[in-house]
């Protein structure tokens, strides 16, 4: 069982769809992230959240909207995606953004774009 | 910037047989390192870490020594089982830097 929990685990949606994917922990975690996986690669970052607000954004196209209504919540709104948009969408958690604490991922949202 | 190469494979194993994933980076900085593993289906699960050089982390019969000297994170394993089969990432973190991820190892233990 994983501390970040992750909701829906599969979405399919057209490219006219707005969507949201919800990640909630309450290990108190201070740093949340969103990474984009495609098969057989590794995580790619997308977003970084510390303290609430948002410190990194990877260059990331603006059909993707992040937000962090409180330090135990992230969500990230789609809208007008594209089909090489489907992957899964991880997020992810740490203590504080150090280089020595470790990220706890959830199971991700596994995201088909018709 | 900083990088992470790992063997890519698939690494084939017998069950009982002995596992070694290389791992070696390249950091301006003092990283620390850490290896993840995924299950087909889910998402990365923290299996070791080490935040200087000599560290060694374990877990699970799962064992990676720091060695600033030759910039590796090798893990290893005495005897794996079926239930190890997964693809395993190297990873380090930096100083004001983001996670940096090796492309992955698959796993296949067979009976």
């Known amino acids: 069982d994983t501390e970040v929990t992750q909701t829906p685990k599969h979405l399919v949606m057209g490219m006219t769809n707005k969507k949201s994917l919800k990640c909630e922990q309450h290990?108190?975690?201070?740093?949340m992230y969103w990474y984009k996986q495609k098969a057989k690669k590794p995580p790619e970052l997308m977003f970084v959240?510390?303290?609430?607000?948002?410190?990194i954004n990877e260059s990331v196209p603006s059909r993707f909207s992040p937000e962090c209504p409180n330090s135990s919540l992230l969500n990230l709104h789609l809208h007008a995606l594209q089909p090489e948009d489907s992957a899964l969408y991880l997020c992810?958690?740490?203590?504080?953004?150090?280089?020595?604490?470790?990220?706890?991922f959830g199971d991700g949202t596994r995201l088909s774009i018709l | 910037g900083d990088s992470v190469t790992q063997m890519e494979g698939p690494v084939t194993l017998s069950e009982e047989a002995f596992l070694t994933i290389n791992c070696t980076y390249t950091?301006?900085?003092?990283?620390?390192l850490f290896w993840y593993v995924q299950y087909p289906g889910e998402g990365l699960q923290l299996l070791l870490k080490?935040?200087?050089?000599?560290d060694k982390g374990s877990n699970k019969g799962f064992e990676a020594t720091y060695r600033k000297e030759t910039t590796s994170f090798h893990l290893e394993k005495g005897s794996v089982q079926v239930s190890d089969s997964a693809v395993y990432f190297c990873?380090?973190?930096?100083?004001?830097?983001?996670?940096?991820f090796g492309p992955g190892t698959r796993l296949s233990v067979l009976p």
């Open positions: 950091a301006t900085g003092y990283p620390s």
């Open positions: 959240y510390s303290y609430e607000k948002l410190s």
């Open positions: 080490a935040t200087k050089a000599d």
């Open positions: 990873a380090l973190s930096d100083y004001g830097q983001n996670f940096v």
């Open positions: 992810a958690s740490s203590q504080v953004r150090d280089r020595g604490q470790p990220q706890h």
């Open positions: 290990m108190g975690h201070r740093a």
